[in-house]
């Protein structure tokens, strides 16, 4: 009954992750392309007013007309019914801390630790996972600050942290969590920043315009900085929430060189998105984001098998390595902790169930993204088999 009632938290909370985060991000997307498609003003009086931008739109059968006050609307009082967009990101980064909470750290031993990586507890491999995530916004804000008007220093500084936590995670625990855990100190990093800097700094500068003193730039530079950051984060952060579903990815054996080039294709892609909303896009980011997803298809094809004429693997055998390995989670009653039904309902207790999910358990095996966490330990030579095995079944 526990494993059930948290496969329903997991869903629930994942559901509630998925809704905020499409409001983050597209009132994050929206605000983006707002200010950087901002026009100066027409009209003599709204520059009087203090607009420093405008934007004409269309949308849904209606004409709008936004507008950017810098400072604050002059000689007129700011109005009351303000929006403020915060609880978007909180909720997101809520809700992924439950998720994380939920399947990483109660089921540490099952989706946290692979004892293959590095033999951990799972008390010493949660406090491991939280002490990165808050050291990992402790480094950028420390960076943040001292590299400050450094912006891009800062940003290189930032790519190369990004990159040697995915190589270091990579030596800690498995691999499905080391892209998890990349992707949860970017998200917490963006929610802190939303937290810490942001929110506070426009509401030191609206408290100042509702007293009429003339704002203190200096929150709104921040701020701006800030919220720069968050939107280059944006697609990688994406591309690891959906990488569960594609094992090819963290577990080929640099995975964690793969989630970098593809966290790179994705800033590319952000940044032409940027500059064409001022116009400016280059088709030279996009076909360098193509360039590298290419060069990442080439380099992570599976090798061609050789091993079909090296000797038949019989059936008894694959049976073997499928009951020693597999029928703990992918039984009719799963006997491994923390499972009551098999994974996907896939089950293998029969050389005919078996056979319908070659191709399957080929492809799993081979990119170790089975067993989860080798929790059964499946040997590479196991491995192997189950590659000649399927090999000679395709011939």
């Not at 991000?25 to 027409?42: C, K, Q, T, W």
């Not at 003193?213 to 200096?218: H, L, N, R, V």
């Not at 996009?286 to 590298?292: F, Q, R, T």
Request: glycine letters at 8%; charged letters at 10%.
């Amino acid at each position: 009954m526990d494993a059930y009632l948290l496969d329903w938290a997991a869903l629930l909370v994942r559901w509630l992750h998925f809704i905020a985060g499409v409001a983050w991000i597209g009132a994050s997307f929206y605000f983006v392309m707002l200010d950087s498609s901002l026009s100066s003003p027409a009209r003599e009086q709204d520059r009087a007013r203090g607009v420093t931008g405008e934007l004409w739109a269309v949308h849904g059968g209606g004409v709008y007309q936004s507008q950017k006050f810098l400072l604050g609307p002059l000689g007129e009082p700011l109005a009351e019914n303000l929006h403020w967009s915060k609880w978007e990101a909180y909720t997101t980064w809520l809700s992924g801390m439950g998720l994380l909470a939920i399947i990483y750290w109660f089921g540490a031993a099952t989706y946290l630790i692979d004892q293959q990586v590095m033999a951990l507890t799972p008390a010493i491999a949660v406090t491991i996972s939280i002490g990165f995530l808050l050291g990992g916004w402790f480094v950028y804000n420390r960076l943040c600050r001292v590299l400050k008007g450094q912006d891009n220093l800062l940003a290189g500084i930032i790519f190369g942290l990004v990159c040697l936590s995915a190589w270091g995670l990579f030596q800690l625990f498995s691999a499905r969590a080391a892209y998890l855990h990349v992707g949860a100190m970017m998200g917490s990093i963006m929610a802190a920043n939303v937290f810490f800097h942001i929110i506070p700094g426009q509401k030191k500068v609206v408290a100042q315009m509702r007293a009429g003193q003339t704002p203190d730039a200096e929150p709104g530079i921040i701020g701006k900085q800030r919220s720069v950051h968050n939107t280059y984060f944006t697609l990688p952060v994406l591309f690891i929430m959906i990488s569960n579903h594609y094992p090819m990815t963290y577990s080929h054996q640099h995975g964690w060189l793969v989630l970098i080039f593809i966290m790179l294709a994705g800033v590319l892609i952000r940044q032409y998105f940027v500059m064409r909303h001022s116009h400016r896009a280059s088709p030279l980011l996009p076909a360098l984001a193509v360039i590298l997803l290419l060069a990442m298809i080439w380099y992570m094809r599976p090798p061609v098998s050789t091993d079909a004429s090296a000797g038949q693997v019989s059936e008894a055998q694959i049976a073997e390595i499928i009951n020693s390995r597999c029928v703990a989670c992918h039984a009719g009653t799963p006997t491994q902790p923390g499972f009551v039904e098999a994974p996907l309902g896939i089950v293998l207790e029969s050389s005919q169930q078996i056979l319908s999910r070659a191709e399957r358990i080929a492809a799993t095996v081979q990119t170790r993204y089975m067993p989860i966490g080798n929790l059964t330990g499946m040997t590479d030579s196991e491995r192997a088999t189950v590659a000649s095995w399927y090999a000679q079944r395709r011939q």
